[in-house]
T-cell receptor
Framework: DAGITQSPRHKVTETGTPVTLRCHQTENHRYMYWYRQDPGHGLRLIHYSYGVKDTDKGEVSDGYSVSRSKTEDFLLTLESATSSQTSVYFC?????????????FGQGTRLTVV | GNSVTQMEGPVTLSEEAFLTINCTYTATGYPSLFWYVQYPGEGLQLLLKATKADDKGSNKGFEATYRKETTSFHLEKGSVQVSDSAVYFCALINSGAGSYQLTFGKGTKLSVIP
């Protein structure tokens, strides 16, 4: 199994509070991604990183920010959590962005905003 | 833009039944196609892939053939087992759009009963 650790695995937070989710990898892969999974929507890309301090927006980036200060860590921050951000969040990594490249996924973080 | 459409679930089958999960895509250029599987409580993992027309991906008894003429990548298995119960996601990477992020379908939940 690819070495991807997400923390925390579960979190309940109140509306309006900041939340940071962490993704840690031991594979030294260049590319890292944050997705959210919601019923009826599959997985949607929030942000991704193509190197240290290099990030870009995905399909559903509003309300989220990311940072990558080290190759192994990719942080997702909800500056002011809302109930619509209740979801399961997955981190993924890939070695390259070639067409046949496999992405490896973490086990997910279940976030509930009350 | 890119999109993936897969059959709505849930799908419930008896053990040893034949499985088909339909997947069609819309993309410019020449996408690579993937099936990912998510077992309960886990992240996604790659099941199989195909990178060009008429390629057949196969793994663990599952197969899918890249059909460019029908823009399809249907997943099949001849005899399902209880352990195949999971959510299956069809996905693509499109090399023609200058972006290599995975685009996922909404997922199809499969339940196999003894």
């Amino acid at each position: 199994d690819a070495g991807i650790t997400q923390s925390p695995r579960h979190k309940v937070t109140e509306t309006g509070t900041p939340v940071t989710l962490r993704c840690h990898q031991t594979e030294n892969h260049r590319y890292m991604y944050w997705y959210r999974q919601d019923p009826g929507h599959g997985l949607r890309l929030i942000h991704y990183s193509y190197g240290v301090k290099d990030t870009d927006k995905g399909e559903v980036s509003d309300g989220y920010s990311v940072s990558r200060s080290k190759t192994e860590d990719f942080l997702l921050t909800l500056e002011s959590a809302t109930s619509s951000q209740t979801s399961v969040y997955f981190c993924a990594i890939s070695e390259s962005q070639a067409r046949n490249t496999e992405a490896f996924f973490g086990q997910g973080t279940r976030l509930t905003v009350v | 833009g890119n999109s993936v459409t897969q059959m709505e679930g849930p799908v419930t089958l008896s053990e040893e039944a034949f499985l088909t999960i339909n997947c069609t895509y819309t993309a410019t250029g020449y996408p690579s196609l993937f099936w990912y599987v998510q077992y309960p409580g886990e992240g996604l993992q790659l099941l199989l892939k195909a990178t060009k027309a008429d390629d057949k991906g196969s793994n663990k008894g599952f197969e899918a053939t890249y059909r460019k003429e029908t823009t399809s990548f249907h997943l099949e298995k001849g005899s399902v087992q209880v352990s195949d119960s999971a959510v299956y996601f069809c996905a693509l990477i499109n090399s023609g759009a200058g972006s290599y992020q995975l685009t996922f379908g909404k997922g199809t939940k499969l339940s196999v009963i003894p």
